[in-house]
């Protein structure tokens, strides 16, 4: 089946012939009955119905659901990981990743090497040493360096490593990291996935072998997610193809017309052949995705001004939902970064992120045009 109608297709509840999946809103499950669902911390229908629609999407043999993305990823890690352990992440991750690798994961007595943005630095560490677990994601958070998954898992199997791939901004409509060699990939399901801004989840998916070790470490940590915000993925991940091939079309668009503008210095945007991973970007994606970054002329007031005059796309620190929204990484998603790793990663104060939403992309640009224009 292709992945337009795998997208759409549930299981028929066999019970009732529901065509959706039921919300099975309850903590435990009446004896003797209750043989394979005793718990719903541990197992509950709705929320494996999404693991299983994970694992089709990213044509893995197991997925798993979680209540945030950061459940996901600190459970992936701390099943992967003990005290001795070495892992290796990149600098330009979402900012909590980064934090729970290189502080928490420290604290434990893992041994965390943080590579700075770019395939070279990344290649040329992951050859250097020996790593448990190395965890990436495809395309990096803000400034969207996209990662040669091909080059890196070959590594990784020599190493004998775990490659776990954060393909949240890919989405498996742009990219299945399992495809170029990963182990494990995860997403913040809070995002393109769900597509509406109104669910928190998270997923992983990969070979049943180590996924049913982190779904034991779910069971055991209670990263488990609820069957309600559940039901909403499932629902808004119907229309993820659908939503997707419009947000990629829109944000090509506006990385265009922002590239052309005055009052705007510089443009990040995979699919621009000015980006430096224009080439990789070619080899590894679909699409390039709905996040752009720019740096307006000026510094953080001239940019917050911006986020604060736009008057269709919304400024909030989440992305990926139908609603385009546009955030300051430096006082928002990466605050926690210390100045020397924003520096390093290329986070300045007139740096803009914007997730481009369906709207349409002629009204997002006279919205960003009046508000560019407005700046002096
Ligand atoms: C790339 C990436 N991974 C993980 C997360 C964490 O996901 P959640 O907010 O669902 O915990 C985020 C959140 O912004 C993200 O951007």
Redesign the pocket.
């Given at each position: 089946m292709k992945e337009g109608t795998n997208i759409v297709r549930e299981d028929i509840d066999e019970e009732t012939g529901a065509i959706t999946t039921p919300i099975y809103q309850t903590t435990a499950y009446s004896f003797p009955q209750g043989e394979k669902y005793r718990y719903s911390r541990e197992l509950n229908p709705t929320v494996l119905e999404l693991g299983k629609k994970i694992a089709t999407l990213e044509e893995a043999e197991m997925g798993i659901a979680f209540s945030?993305?950061?459940?996901a990823?600190s459970t992936t890690l701390l099943t992967i990981l003990k005290p001795g352990s070495s892992l290796l992440v990149t600098m330009d991750m979402?900012g909590?990743?980064l934090r729970f690798s290189s502080d928490f994961l420290r604290s434990w007595g893992v041994n965390v090497e943080v590579s700075k943005p770019g395939n070279e630095n990344l290649l040329e560490i992951a050859k250097s040493g020996k790593w448990n677990a190395i965890f990436v994601?495809s395309i990096t958070?803000p400034l969207l360096r996209v990662v040669d998954l091909d080059s890196l898992s070959k590594i990784s199997k020599e190493k004998g490593s775990v490659l776990i791939v954060?393909s949240?901004?890919a989405t498996p409509v742009n990219q299945k990291p399992l495809e170029f060699g990963a182990d494990i990939v995860v997403h913040?399901a809070?995002?393109f996935i769900s597509g509406h801004n109104d669910v928190?989840?998270?997923l992983a998916a990969g070979k049943a072998d180590i996924l049913s070790k982190v779904d034991l470490m779910r069971r055991t940590l209670g990263t488990s997610l609820e069957p309600s915000p559940a039901y909403l993925v499932i629902r808004g991940m119907k229309t993820l193809k659908v939503r997707m091939d419009v947000i990629n079309k829109n944000a090509e668009i506006i990385a265009e017309f922002l590239s052309d503008h005055s009052k705007v210095n510089k443009v990040y945007y995979p699919g621009l052949k000015s980006h430096p991973d224009h080439e990789i970007a070619v080899k590894m994606l679909k699409g390039f995705g709905g996040v752009v970054s720019f740096e307006v002329k000026g510094g953080k007031d001239e940019a917050i001004k911006l986020m604060k005059s736009t008057k269709i796309i919304i400024p909030a620190q989440?992305?990926g939902g139908v609603n385009s929204l546009i955030s300051h990484p430096v006082t928002m998603?990466h605050r926690t970064l210390t100045l020397d790793e924003k520096k390093t990663v290329g986070i300045t104060d007139s740096l803009l992120r914007l997730s481009v939403g369906i709207e349409d992309v002629n009204d997002l640009i006279d919205d960003l045009d009046r508000s560019l224009n407005s700046l002096s």
């Open positions: 945030s993305g950061m459940g990823i979402f909590r990743s994601e958070n954060d949240t901004f913040s809070s995002k928190i989840a998270g989440s992305l998603s």
